[in-house]
């Protein structure tokens, strides 16, 4: 059974950080495509970064300032979040399992997590 556990959410001021942590089980993430995604009240979920052996891929809103990395011991992804802005308000997911389509696209994962809350204040 699949399990992904995200944690390290919060609230900052704008300009500040956060490191969200996904931990998993049932999966080794280091052999599989794994994504973080995002959704604010009254949006769409969508995909903010992903993982996989071939590279790592940003959404442009976040390319420059979030970073993903993994703990291959601890079986866990990360997502670094830096120069944080109020349009970063979100609930943050861990998906894995891709399973085909584009990446930043809800329906292309199979597993997620409960989510997270990042606020972001001005």
């Known amino acids: 059974q699949v399990q992904l556990l995200e944690s390290g959410g919060g609230s900052v001021q704008a300009g500040g950080s956060l490191r969200l942590s996904c931990a998993a089980s049932g999966i080794t993430i280091s052999r599989r495509w794994l994504a973080w995604f995002r959704q604010a009240p009254g949006k769409e979920r969508e995909g903010v970064a992903s993982f996989n052996t071939g590279g790592t891929y940003y959404a442009d809103s976040v390319a420059g300032r979030f970073i993903v990395s993994q703990d291959n011991v601890k079986n866990t992804l990360y997502l670094h979040m830096n120069s944080l802005k109020p349009e970063d308000t979100a609930m943050y997911y861990c998906?894995?399992?891709?399973?085909?389509?584009?990446?930043?696209?809800?329906?292309?994962?199979?597993?997620w997590g409960q989510g997270t809350q990042v606020t972001v204040s001005s």
């Open positions: 998906a894995a399992w891709y399973r085909g389509g584009s990446w930043d696209v809800q329906s292309s994962f199979t597993y």
